[in-house]
């Protein structure tokens, strides 16, 4: 492997399953699973929820870290840690009497393919 290569862990071909919009048209099932990820990031707590996880140091982070940059209660927190982790947006692992949170990089590559906008040939419309 050339030092010019990125490999991403935690991502293969079958994860990133659709292509993107302009390309093909999404099938049933796979647009039922990325309605829910969708869903699940329409909401601005959620989405700057996991914004805070992706940026932590470490890139996980404890809800102990996640409730102070809200003003909501930490059971509504819960509530949305809850969400994007049974939307597939993260995963969780309970550590002592904390639950550590990070961001699954096959979700949002799935997100990310979808949305691939094809380079313009001869300029943006």
């Given at each position: 492997?050339?030092?010019?290569?990125?490999?991403?862990?935690?991502?293969?071909?079958?994860?990133?399953?659709?292509?993107?919009?302009?390309?093909?048209?999404?099938?049933?099932?796979?647009?039922?699973?990325l309605a829910r990820m969708f869903k699940a990031l329409s909401d601005p707590v959620r989405l700057r929820l996991l914004s805070l996880i992706a940026s932590h140091e470490g890139g996980e982070a404890c809800v102990c870290d996640l409730t102070g940059p809200f003003d909501v209660s930490?059971?509504?927190?819960?509530?949305?840690?809850?969400?994007?982790?049974?939307a597939g947006l993260v995963g969780s692992e309970r550590r002592g009497t904390w639950v550590y949170y990070w961001v699954l990089p096959a979700a949002l590559a799935k997100l990310?393919?979808?949305?691939?906008?094809p380079a313009a040939a001869g300029g943006a419309r």
């Open positions: 492997m050339s030092n010019s290569e990125l490999v991403v862990l935690g991502q293969d071909e079958a994860v990133v399953c659709c292509s993107p919009l302009v390309r093909e048209p999404l099938g049933e099932e796979a647009a039922v699973d930490q059971p509504t927190i819960s509530h949305h840690l809850k969400v994007l982790r049974e990310s393919a979808l949305l691939e906008a």
